[in-house]
């Protein structure tokens, strides 16, 4: 149990489908992150949330798009997706200001199939 | 712009005997560095980390690191290798703070597969 639960774990959904993953904390961070996880390529940030702001957008699709409604939970809302979006999508949280030094702690993921 | 790389795509290692995972890293400033294992269909599990002080780390699983300034290495060990430790392996270092949030980058991992 990493304190970081992410629903679903499995999706697959069609390119005109709309979705959402959801993750949650009980750590008691406040800082959250979506990243993206594809095979063979390094670990792609896509989202940061600190203070339940949005402070950080790597150039991501806007067929993404995030929600975080407090410093909980988090959200990644899916709308027309590509087939290169399988991945696996993870969500991470830390202690925004005062937790510098300290890691971030990792969902088990949602394994997204598009067809 | 501070990096990591993890030369190797796979370590192979026979059980019983010593593993090392290898990362180098750059950055501007004091690095702070970090290891993460995933296991098959889960997500990253924190290992380690060297903020300052001494140079070996230890962490969870009987893993430790060893931080080494002049090469900028940070490489991965544990001496008696199980075949339970099969995973992937990432090295990762914080990148300079914004946002008042802790943002890694990651190097892109190391399969390490233990024979029995």
């Known amino acids: 149990e990493t304190g970081v639960t992410q629903t679903p774990r499995h999706l697959v959904m069609g390119m005109t489908n709309k979705k959402s993953l959801k993750c949650e904390q009980h750590?008691?961070?406040?800082?959250m992150y979506w990243y993206k996880q594809s095979a063979k390529k390094p670990l792609e940030l896509m989202f940061v949330?600190?203070?339940?702001?949005?402070?950080e957008n790597n150039s991501v699709p806007s067929r993404f798009s995030p929600e975080c409604p407090n410093s909980s939970h988090l959200f990644l809302h899916l709308h027309t997706l590509q087939p290169e979006d399988s991945a696996l999508y993870l969500c991470?949280?830390?202690?925004?200001?005062?937790?510098?030094?300290?890691?971030?702690?990792f969902g088990d993921g949602t394994r997204l199939s598009i067809l | 712009a501070q990096s990591v790389a993890q030369p190797e795509d796979q370590v192979n290692v026979a059980e019983g005997n010593p593993l090392t995972v290898k990362c180098t890293y750059s950055?501007?400033?004091?690095?702070?560095l970090f290891w993460y294992v995933q296991y098959p269909n889960r997500g990253l599990q924190f290992l380690l980390k060297y903020i300052t002080g001494d140079n070996l780390v230890k962490g969870s699983y009987g893993f430790e690191a060893e931080f080494n300034k002049s090469q900028t290495s940070f490489h991965l060990k544990k001496p008696s290798a199980l075949v339970s430790d099969s995973a992937l392996y990432f090295c990762?270092?914080?990148?300079?703070?914004?946002?008042?949030?802790?943002?890694?980058?990651f190097g892109a991992g190391t399969r390490l597969a233990v024979h029995p």
């Open positions: 990762a270092v914080r990148c300079s703070i914004s946002g008042g949030y802790n943002k890694l980058i």
């Open positions: 950055v501007s400033g004091n690095p702070y």
């Open positions: 949330y600190s203070l339940e702001e949005r402070v």
């Open positions: 991470a949280s830390s202690q925004a200001l005062t937790g510098h030094n300290q890691p971030q702690h």
């Open positions: 750590l008691g961070h406040n800082a």
